[in-house]
């Protein structure tokens, strides 16, 4: 018998685990990210104890978002559709591309002539800058919440809470 982890482990776990989650993306709304809709966000998971969270984000081709610092926490991301790259960088994310951003980055993200989709895990604060450096807005965990929590309240959808944890 391998007694490494013993069966009292394993039912302490059983008893007090946190449930699993399993969401098909399918289930969830596009979430409009930006007033002018030029790029949207499906929810996965917004971890408030560390204010990390998780979305799947689609950006519409040909577009360039607003240069913004993140501060406070890292970018992960992992492109699956379409082609994007951050201003004045060399490479380009293609499908199956991971990218790893320091806190402290400053980029403006650019798009090529295809819609993109990358599951994009953020915590910390994105703030944007005007063309002075002047920080003119921000997000983070709580304002992306707002927005998923808007959105569904506009248009009759159930919030799904069982995507906080
Ligand atoms: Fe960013």
Redesign the pocket.
């Known amino acids: 018998m391998n007694d490494i982890i013993h069966q009292s482990v394993i039912e302490l776990a059983e008893k007090m685990q946190l449930p699993e989650r399993i969401v098909n993306i399918g289930e969830l709304p596009w979430v409009p990210f930006t007033d002018n809709e030029s790029c949207f966000f499906k929810p996965l998971r917004f971890d408030l104890s560390t204010g990390t969270w998780i979305y799947l984000f689609k950006i519409k081709s040909n577009q360039a ?1 607003g240069r ?1 610092r ?1 501060t406070g926490g890292s ?1 992960i991301g992992y492109n699956i559709q379409g082609k994007w790259g951050y201003e004045g960088r060399e490479w380009t994310a293609t499908p199956g591309t991971f990218i790893f ?1 320091p806190p402290g ?1 400053i ?1 403006t ?1 650019l798009t090529g002539d295809e819609e993109v989709i990358t599951l994009f895990i953020l915590s910390g604060t ?1 703030q944007y800058f005007d063309d002075n450096n002047q920080i003119v807005g921000q997000d983070d965990i709580y304002t992306v919440l707002k927005k998923y929590h808007h959105y569904c309240e506009q248009n009759g959808i159930a919030i799904r809470e069982d995507l906080v944890y």
């Open positions: 978002l913004h993140h970018v951003e980055d980029h993200l994105l």
